[in-house]
């Protein structure tokens, strides 16, 4: 039976075993402006932030003094 000549480390036998992969996430397309964002996340677009296609906070409008 053969026998190996050194240990393995616990390292590079979980990566070996390891069956998990690197996957794209998954986007959403914002139904008023078209942005692709991540689902469930707020976006901004035009210096306002979106979130299920509504408007969050307006930056663009100059606040009055």
């Not at 075993?17 to 402006?33: F, S």
Request: hydrophobic share 30%.
């Amino acid at each position: 039976m053969a026998h190996p000549k050194r240990k393995t480390s616990k390292t590079r036998r979980d990566k070996r075993r390891t069956h998990y992969k690197a996957t794209a996430p998954t986007l959403a397309k914002d139904p008023t402006t078209g942005e692709a964002h991540l689902f469930h996340r707020a976006h901004w677009h035009e210096g306002k932030l979106y979130y299920k296609g509504k408007v969050l906070i307006d930056n663009s409008v100059e606040a009055e003094a």
